[in-house]
C-alpha cells in the first residue's frame, strides 16, 4: 500500500515569495491534515479535511495561508507572501475518517520550508 | 483543551539500558493518547496508542507505554535499547469531542550510545 506522497521535499524560497506544497493521501482515506513542524517543537495543526469539506482550520493563518482538496483527494497548501517565521517542515496526514479520535493518521515524509 | 508535556528534549542512553520517555497531558475530555516516532528526514511513525480498556499499551518495535489517569501520564518504555531506536518521539493527545484533532508535545530526541 502507497504512502501518503509529499512535494517537494524541500524549498528555499525568500521571504514575500509564494509557494507551494502538494499532498497525496492514502488511497480511500476521506480525512487529510497539514501540521506545520517547526525546529525543535512538535507538529501543530494547521488545516484538517474531512472529503473535500474543512472540519478545522482554526489555526491556519488566512491571512498568508490557504489550503485545498477540490476533489477531496489530494491537496494543496500555499503561503503568499511568506516569511521568515514561516520556515519549517510541513507534513501532510490522512486518515480512513471513520472513527473520530480512532483513526490513525498516516504521516508523509514532510515538504522542509526555509524562508531567506 | 489538550496539552501535552514531555519531560527532557534529549535523552541520552547506552545500548542494551532502558528507555524511558515521559509524557504528561492535559485534557477535559477522556483521552486518547498516542506515541509517534520520527526519524530523520522522515514523518511521524505511529509506535502505540490508548483509547479504552487495558491501561498498558504495546505497540511495536518492542515499546509499550502504560496510562495511568491519576498522575495524568503516559510515559513510554523499551527494556533494552537498540540504536535503531535513536529518533525523535512525540506525545500526543486527541478525543472523542476534538474530532480526531491531535495535540502534540515539544518532543524527546534520544540518543543511544555503543
Known amino acids: 500500500e502507497a504512502g501518503v506522497a509529499q512535494s517537494p521535499r524541500y524549498k528555499i524560497i525568500e521571504k514575500r515569495q509564494s509557494v507551494a506544497f502538494w499532498c497525496n493521501p492514502i488511497?480511500?482515506?476521506?480525512?487529510l491534515y497539514w501540521y506545520q513542524q517547526i525546529l525543535g517543537q512538535g507538529p501543530k495543526l494547521l488545516i484538517q479535511?474531512?472529503?473535500?469539506?474543512?472540519?478545522?482550520d482554526s489555526q491556519l493563518p488566512k491571512d498568508r495561508f490557504s489550503a485545498e482538496r477540490l476533489k477531496g483527494v489530494d491537496s494543496t497548501l500555499k503561503i503568499q507572501p511568506a516569511k521568515l517565521e514561516d520556515s519549517a517542515v510541513y507534513l501532510c496526514?490522512?486518515?480512513?475518517?471513520?472513527?473520530?479520535?480512532?483513526?490513525?493518521?498516516?504521516f508523509g515524509p514532510g515538504t522542509r520550508l526555509t524562508v531567506l | 483543551a489538550q496539552s501535552v508535556t514531555q519531560l527532557g528534549s534529549h535523552v541520552s542512553v547506552s545500548e542494551g539500558a532502558l528507555v524511558l520517555l515521559r509524557c504528561n497531558y492535559s485534557?477535559?475530555?477522556?483521552?486518547?493518547l498516542f506515541w509517534y516516532v520520527q526519524y530523520p528526514n522522515q514523518g511521524l511513525q505511529l509506535l502505540l496508542k490508548?483509547?479504552?480498556?487495558?491501561?498498558l499499551v504495546k505497540g511495536i518495535n518492542g515499546f509499550e507505554a502504560e496510562f495511568k489517569k491519576s498522575e495524568t501520564s503516559f510515559h513510554l518504555t523499551k527494556p533494552s535499547a537498540h540504536m535503531s531506536d535513536a529518533a525523535e518521539y512525540f506525545c500526543?493527545?486527541?478525543?472523542?469531542?476534538?474530532?480526531?484533532?491531535?495535540?502534540f508535545g515539544g518532543g524527546t530526541r534520544v540518543l543511544v550510545k555503543p
Open positions: 485534557s477535559s475530555v477522556p483521552p486518547y
Open positions: 490508548y483509547t479504552t480498556g487495558a491501561t
Open positions: 488511497s480511500g482515506h476521506a480525512t
Open positions: 496526514a490522512s486518515s480512513l475518517g471513520r472513527d473520530r479520535g480512532l483513526d490513525t493518521q498516516y
Open positions: 479535511f474531512q472529503n473535500n469539506g474543512v472540519v478545522d
Open positions: 500526543a493527545v486527541s478525543g472523542k469531542a476534538a474530532g480526531n484533532k491531535l495535540t
